[in-house]
């Protein structure tokens, strides 16, 4: 079975312009041209626009799609990533627009706001426990003081950064990368980097403290899901582990 570029367009909820550009720039050329010279798209086309399109809305260019979707060769094990990555997202989601429901209600209904209910999906301080467990309070209150002296751009600035390291972990571990690759090694660096940047973090083992982080990364679903699940959090881990093996 096959469908026309209109289609296609009309089904994706983008326009034909845009896929005559994917095909351009050969990221999905179409299974087949008619003597008409119009554009048809067979199932294994339209699996790989549905993975460009939910590469794009994790925010990564063209460029880097193009390079993550030709060294993925398993397209089912990149679903599954996929739908890791959005189930969480659903998840934060759905907690978010509970919150804002909440609030909603309780204004409509002139009743007490309940505190608790109206930051949940937001609330930034969700590892407490396992930040003091593990370091320390004052770890966890050198952080948290921290934080909340940030200006709100300041903040939106480092999740930001947070959420391109997350992407760029995911996308490499999608690709196919070994831990050893250079490209996995300078996502081991930045994020080592970015570790040290945040204050509260320990100042005596830095490696026991990365390699403990990394392990809550694969053990900890909360974790898991910023890297696309479990496989996705080993990969991290284990480039972690050889950066911070010398």
């Known amino acids: 079975m096959e469908w026309s570029i209109k289609q296609i367009a009309r089904l994706a909820g983008t326009t034909s312009r845009t896929l005559r550009h994917y095909d351009a720039v050969g990221l999905v050329p179409p299974s087949r041209v008619g003597e008409n010279g119009y554009r048809y798209y067979d199932a294994p086309a339209l699996i790989r626009l549905q993975r460009v399109l939910l590469l794009r809305e994790l925010g990564l260019s063209l460029a880097r799609i193009g390079k993550i979707i030709d060294n993925e060769v398993d ?12 189930r969480e997202q659903k998840h934060r989601l759905d907690r978010q627009i509970a919150a804002v429901e909440h609030s909603i209600s309780a204004l409509t209904r002139k009743e007490q706001l309940m505190a608790e209910k109206m930051f949940d999906g937001f609330d930034h301080t969700a590892y407490r426990a396992e ?26 600035r480092f999740k930001e950064q947070v959420r391109r390291l997350n992407l760029d972990w995911t996308a490499a571990w999608q690709a196919g990368l070994t831990p050893e690759s250079p490209r996995a090694q300078e996502l081991a660096r930045r994020h080592a980097d970015w570790l040290r940047s945040v204050p509260g973090a320990p100042k005596g083992d830095f490696r026991e403290y990365v390699l403990a982080l990394a392990d809550m990364y694969v053990t ?16 991290v881990r284990a480039a972690l582990q050889v950066h911070l093996a010398d």
């Open 220 to 235: 900890d679903e909360r974790f898991a899901a910023n890297y696309g699940g479990a496989a996705g959090a080993a990969f």
């Open 75 to 86: 397209e089912l094990h990149a679903l599954r990533a996929h739908l890791e990555l959005l």
């Open 131 to 156: 930040v003091e467990e593990r370091w320390g309070q004052d770890a966890y209150e050198r952080s948290d003081r921290w934080w909340r002296s940030l200006a709100e751009d300041e903040r939106e």
